[in-house]
T-cell receptor, first 114, second 111 residues
Framework: DGGITQSPKYLFRKEGQNVTLSCEQN?????MYWYRQDPGQGLRLIYY???????QKGDIAEGYSVSREKKESFPLTVTSAQKNPTAFYLC?????????????FGEGSWLTVV | EDQVTQSPEALRLQEGESSSLNCSYT??????LFWYRQDPGKGPEFLFT???AGEEKEKERLKATLTKKESFLHITAPKPEDSATYLC????????????FGSGTRLSIRP
């Protein structure tokens, strides 16, 4: 089945630790995104990528890093510099970025600081 | 400033009681408006994309409409399984790199 796979579903981070969230898509989409969702708030864009080996910061990129070495993969690293990382993280993809094409989402990953 | 406001924040309906959710937006130019359904602990599920004022789309008990300032998601004779959070998002021409999401409306349908 075509879709977007995020892993792990639940992740716990200790203080000072970096963690990486995986996102893989088999939809042959060019653009991929990472959003953060906090209770009662809209989705906020962390990073996006329109093409392999290129990515741009979104509204809340501080404390996060990404890579786009393959078209189907867009992992997100939450670094120790992110002071409030506990949230629900959503990976998404679309055919192209700038054409009003629909964004499709994965099932999300919960990150909790312990 | 581009922004999206959804109302109400929460809505409780009796099964079969029709209603509408509102999404008001302010953008310099609209490239597209999107509606999603989100169940607790899951990723948003795509429902509709609307591109121009006057456009309407339907899916089962849901119908989305669009004007130059707002969009409505009409729910006709809802069932308990329609309970979810409904998200609205817009993609403006002024900043094609952004898709702006509203905070959502939590819909609860009582049997």
């Amino acid at each position: 089945d075509g879709g977007i796979t995020q892993s792990p579903k639940y992740l716990f981070r200790k203080e000072g630790q970096n963690v990486t969230l995986s996102c893989e898509q088999n939809l042959n989409h060019d653009a991929m995104y990472w959003y953060r969702q906090d209770p009662g708030q809209g989705l906020r864009l962390i990073y996006y990528s329109q093409i392999v080996n290129d990515f741009q910061k979104g509204d809340i990129a501080e404390g996060y890093s990404v890579s786009r070495e393959k078209k189907e993969s867009f992992p997100l690293t939450v670094t120790s510099a992110q002071k409030n990382p506990t949230a629900f993280y959503l990976c998404a993809s679309s055919i192209k970025r700038d054409s009003g094409n629909t964004i499709y989402f994965g099932e999300g990953s919960w990150l909790t600081v312990v | 400033e581009d922004q999206v406001t959804q109302s109400p924040e929460a809505l409780r309906l009796q099964e079969g009681e029709s209603s509408s959710l509102n999404c008001s937006y302010t953008v310099s130019g609209l490239r597209g408006l999107f509606w999603y359904r989100q169940d607790p602990g899951k990723g948003p599920e795509f429902l509709f994309t609307l591109y121009s004022a006057g456009e309407e789309k339907e899916k089962e008990r849901l119908k989305a409409t669009l004007t130059k300032k707002e969009s409505f998601l009409h729910i006709t004779a809802p069932k308990p399984e329609d309970s979810a959070t409904y998200l609205c998002a817009v993609q403006p021409y002024s900043s094609a790199s952004k898709i702006i999401f509203g905070s959502g409306t939590r819909l609860s349908i009582r049997p």
